[in-house]
């Protein structure tokens, strides 16, 4: 099955340093992948879309220079949270979607717990 | 009101009885539909997919959709301890304005006990 994964799985960081989280599609090519955040016992919120050659887009209330997200290739998006403070400690989880599929199905990295200190 | 609606639970079943999960949404422009379990502190990972109404088996899985209530139900036979996890309900529009994106339910946890 299609395998997604991210990296660190856990980072802990000191308030207003940055933070990279890659997410990998490892069996297949993805043109989009998507970063979302979740809190604890709470769903999954969509932060953006990455779109593989172009700008992401961002939902509302989600700022995008603070959330930087680069999708260079069909297997990597990177998720950079500049000058990180204690409220973007969170779960940050990516999906991406198998476009030869032929469905509307994302398939979900592990995760990336952050916490800032 | 949300999208989509998903009773958070907890639901509490004993071991080998069903477990029976149900969402309900508002907008009909949902096509497809998709059930994902989460243990805590991991991704969800995808159990079902299914894009029209009726039912799809899939070993102790059933989805079952019904377009004209706008009601999924997912159905957990011969319930494990390894069962207990959150289940969330997700569903896509292929719009322009929507490609791609999952609208997803609060998710409901699910505790099987030995």
């Known amino acids: 099955g299609a395998v997604v994964s991210q990296h660190p799985s856990r980072v802990i960081c000191k308030s207003g340093t940055s933070v990279k989280i890659e997410c990998r599609s490892l069996?297949?090519?993805?043109?989009?992948m998507f970063w979302y955040r979740q809190f604890p016992k709470q769903s999954l919120m969509l932060m953006a879309t990455s779109n593989e050659g172009s700008k992401a887009t961002y939902e509302q209330g989600v700022e995008k220079d603070k959330f930087l997200i680069n999708h260079a290739s069909l297997t990597l998006s990177t998720l950079t949270v500049t000058s990180a403070h204690p409220e973007d400690s969170s779960f940050y989880i990516c999906s991406a979607r198998d476009l030869l599929a032929g469905t509307d199905t994302q398939y979900f990295g592990p995760g990336t717990r952050l916490t800032v200190l | 009101q949300k999208e989509v609606e998903q009773d958070p639970g907890p639901l509490s079943v004993p071991e080998g009885a069903i477990v029976s999960l149900n969402c309900t949404y508002s907008n009909s422009a949902f096509q497809y539909f998709m059930w994902y379990r989460q243990y805590s502190r991991k991704g969800p990972e995808l159990l079902m997919y299914t894009y029209s109404s009726g039912n799809k088996e899939d070993g102790r899985f059933t989805a079952q959709v019904d377009k004209s209530s706008k009601y999924i139900s997912l159905f957990i036979r011969d319930s494990q301890p390894s069962d207990s996890a959150t289940y969330l309900c997700?569903?896509?529009?292929?719009?322009?304005?929507?490609?791609?994106?999952?609208?997803f339910g609060a998710g409901t946890q699910v505790v099987v006990t030995p």
């Open positions: 997700a569903m896509s529009a292929m719009t322009t304005d929507s490609w791609g994106k999952l609208q």
């Open positions: 069996d297949f090519q993805a043109t989009t």
